[in-house]
Nanobody, 126 residues
Framework: QVQLVESGGGLVQAGGSLRLSCAAS????????MAWFRQAQGKERELVAA????????YYADSVKGRFTMSRDIAKNTVYLQMNSLKPEDTAVYFC???????????????????WGQGTQVTVSS
């Protein structure tokens, strides 16, 4: 199984940028669909972005399209989330997750993801 550790969170002003990293160990990310979720205080965890196990398909939530970019580096066994034009409503704990690689598109259901990191806090001030 794979272990996931997020980093890169912090405090940033509205309009700023952050890049989150998710370092995997135990198994290559090349066999997993990978995703970033976030959970704001008092709200349910929601899918932000996902990449298929082949790397060929990406999914973005409507709220982040055009601002966030997900990528992966197989050699480093790491996935990234580049977040630009951040807004106060992007404030949340961001989680990296992995799902067994079946099908060509990354799953969007939270229950499909079996492996989770501990999360990293992103706070966007207005």
């Amino acid at each position: 199984q794979v272990q996931l550790v997020e980093s890169g969170g912090g405090l940033v002003q509205a309009g700023g940028s952050l890049r989150l990293s998710c370092a995997a160990s135990g198994r290559t990310i090349a066999v997993y669909h990978m995703a970033w979720f976030r959970q704001a205080q008092g709200k349910e965890r929601e899918l932000v972005a996902a990449i298929s196990w082949t790397g060929g398909r990406l999914y973005y939530a409507d709220s982040v399209k055009g601002r966030f970019t997900m990528s992966r580096d197989i050699a480093k066994n790491t996935v990234y989330l580049q977040m630009n034009s951040l807004k106060p409503e992007d404030t949340a704990v961001y989680f990296c997750a992995a799902a067994e690689g079946m099908g060509s598109s990354p799953p969007t259901g939270i229950g499909t993801y079996n492996y989770w990191g501990q999360g990293t806090q992103v706070t966007v001030s207005s």
